[in-house]
């Protein structure tokens, strides 16, 4: 009986210290995965260092939200489906309510680019993020000679080719490298693979073309901002990056849902916004639906929201069980290490892709390396920096 009450203790100070990562986990994929080894793993452990070494490379995977699956896979772990769902729920609520809510508010609004200029300093901010992820992967992941080579050639293969594709290929091969160069043994055979949930995966295959018939039938604006997000949780790699420039050629270019303006003032609260990047879906969704009112524009938050992240949960309950029985055979072992030094070289790509558009004069470059001091040097909550930077922004 007290077994039985310490999990459940143990389960909801888990919710509680995720909720708290849900407000204050600023950064990115990059920056959420150390936060996870800081908080969920080195001070309190609910899981090991490698279990989540191992979970964030099978999320890396697969398709949509890369932190997002990780923490939910962790949920899994510790109380199942059920519980993973929960898990979910709180980590996006946050970013998602905050950037659906911002959308509603700035519709009723002339949107130009003054009030666009109160983010100013987040870009230069955000770089300094990344480039301190990059750095922290290094040290994690790259520790071999031809962890180098993986993480140098992906990272120029990045930078010269942005093809969606291109991530879960490189994956592929860094995993394969170091499943074939790693001398090491076979820690497990895998026995005959049990309990695949062929459910979810029939769940997930159904809600894909439902959505697909239904919206191009009836042409319905809120389920079409449904099917298009459950499109993109399922077929993009690589995160908010890979998303963002899909979902402005979708909604701005194509469909005119809403102005190039709109959308960059989303972007611009996004860098400022804790929690996963993939949440910039609610901006759209709500932004999206404002010749609806505001009812019509809680609507669009709510089915854009459900579309972008109901894939990744879905492919977790699917494929987290088969890995969780092949995952220490020697070949998928020692893939593990190429897995993640490719994310390595994925992570520099993203800050070089990252510090591009930032403008080279001597107060962003000031913001950058004044960000990069205080996350290498100090302990200032990440918050702190990013509130400095609006206040910096709104009087500068």
Known sequence: MKALRFRQYKKILFLWDVLKLALTAFGGPQIHFTLFKKHLVSKKNYITDQDLIEMNSFCSMLPGPTSTQTITAIGFKLGGPLFAFITLAIWILPASLFMGTAAIVLSQMPLDSPKIAFFKYLQPMASGFMIYAAYKFIQMFVTKRYHWALLVITAGVGILESSPFLIPIMLLIGGLT?????????????????????????????????????????????????????????????????????????????????????????????????????????????????????????????????????????????????????????????????????????????????????????ENMLVLLGTLFLLLSTKVPTPIIVLGCLIGGYFF
């Not at 919206?215 to 389920?223: E, K, P």
């Not at 609507?299 to 972008?308: N, Q």
């Not at 092949?326 to 510090?355: C, D, H, M, Q, R």
């Open 178 to 362: 170091t499943s074939y160069m790693n001398t090491r043994g076979v820690v497990e055979k895998p026995k005959k693979i049990e309990n695949i949930h062929w459910d979810k995966l029939a769940w997930f295959l159904g809600i894909f073309a439902l959505a697909a018939i239904i919206g191009v039938s009836t042409q319905s604006r809120l389920v079409l901002l449904f099917e298009n997000n459950f499109r993109y949780g399922s077929i993009v790699f690589g995160g908010g990056n890979a998303l963002i420039p899909l979902m402005f050629n979708q909604f701005v270019n194509y469909k005119h849902y809403m102005t190039g303006s709109e959308f960059l003032a989303g972007l611009g609260l996004l860098q400022a916004m804790p929690g996963p990047v993939f949440s910039i879906a609610s901006f759209a969704g709500a932004m999206s639906m404002k010749e609806y009112g505001v009812f019509g524009q809680i609507l669009g938050m709510v089915s854009a929201t459900i579309g972008i992240f109901l894939p990744g949960i879905l492919l977790i309950f699917f494929a987290l069980p088969i890995w969780n029985q092949i995952k220490k055979f020697a070949p998928i072992y020692n893939a593990i290490e190429g897995i993640n030094a490719t994310s390595a070289g994925f992570v520099v790509v993203s800050a070089y892709l990252l510090f591009l558009p930032v403008q080279i004069n001597e």
